[in-house]
């Protein structure tokens, strides 16, 4: 079982016919059931054509009526990027997952509100992120496909390198993921750790749970405390940054400590203290994984 996607989801992308859009669409649709899942494209210069026998419309919501697409995936440019996403809000899509890096903060703030206000059911992945990945089954985003394996692990993290670095320590150890999925590290993003944590917590097929974090905001002891009164599964946790000097945006845009409040030291305090299992050395979350299954 899947958490966000599986091979009944039907895809379309936004931004198609740009060269990371093809690149990542095709690679995308060679994954699994990625031909069957990738329906649509969309680009309202464009309508009529296709890429690659996938056909391209005006609009998201043209896209959905014709192919019955209910994901989103959003390879457009920072400027237009948030009016992308809300487009796909606006067509009352399942799932919009953006992956454009350096959106303006401003954009996602009064598209988050916006989203808010009007209760739009439309769960948003991103932006600057990865994307997820379902493995055996679909992927949608930039992560490499091949060092996936099924099984019953689950992965979210802020980080997309780290992210496919716990994915290969556990495929190497012989442990498969249930879904990994990569929620960005902006500073104003749509899921966060807690909302993963929870669809991983309800999983019949999730046995057990890699959050990775960042620097910055409060996110990961947000999740840590929801954790510790509700997760019935163990969890792995690690944080990006130890080393990171205050005031210093490190990688992301949302991995900074400001007003002596992010740090690595205290997010890992809180997520130890809420019964995390927590390593301080990314060479280690696989085999820390492992020995915490051998125990139970």
């Known amino acids: 079982m899947s958490i966000l996607i599986d091979k009944n989801t039907r895809v379309v992308t936004q931004g198609i016919t740009g060269k990371t859009g093809q690149f990542h669409t095709r690679t995308s649709r060679e994954y699994a059931n990625g031909r069957e899942c990738f329906v649509a494209g969309v680009n309202p210069n464009k309508a009529g054509e296709n890429f690659e026998g ?55 703030v009064k598209l988050r509100d916006r989203m808010k206000k009007e209760n739009r059911r439309t769960l948003l992945v991103g932006p600057n992120c990865p994307g997820l990945i379902t493995p055996d089954e679909l992927k949608i985003g930039i992560m490499p496909g091949h060092i996936h394996k099924k099984g019953r692990v689950g992965v979210v993290s802020r980080s997309g390198t780290l992210t496919y670095e716990a994915v290969g320590q556990l495929t190497e150890l012989g442990i498969g993921q249930s879904s990994a999925v990569g929620i960005g590290g902006d500073p104003v993003n749509g899921m966060k750790h807690i909302d993963v944590m929870q669809r991983f917590n309800d999983d019949p097929d999730t046995d057990a749970v890699v959050m990775i974090g960042e620097i910055g905001g409060s996110d990961e002891e947000t999740a840590a405390l929801w954790i510790k009164d509700h997760m019935k599964k163990p969890v792995v946790g690690f944080i990006a940054g130890i080393t990171a000097p205050p005031g210093k945006r490190m990688g992301h845009a949302g991995a900074i400590i400001s007003g002596g409040k992010g740090t690595a030291q205290e997010k890992l305090a809180v997520m130890e203290d809420c019964g995390i299992k927590v390593t301080r050395n990314p060479a280690e979350m696989g085999r820390t994984l492992r020995s915490l299954l051998k125990l139970r």
């Open 54 to 108: 996938i056909p391209i419309f005006a609009t998201v919501g043209e896209a959905k009526q014709r192919t019955g697409a209910n994901v989103s995936v959003i390879y457009v440019p920072p400027p237009f990027a948030a009016a992308a996403i809300w487009e796909a809000v606006e067509a009352d899509l399942d799932l919009a997952i953006c992956i454009t890096e350096g959106i303006p903060v401003r954009d996602m």
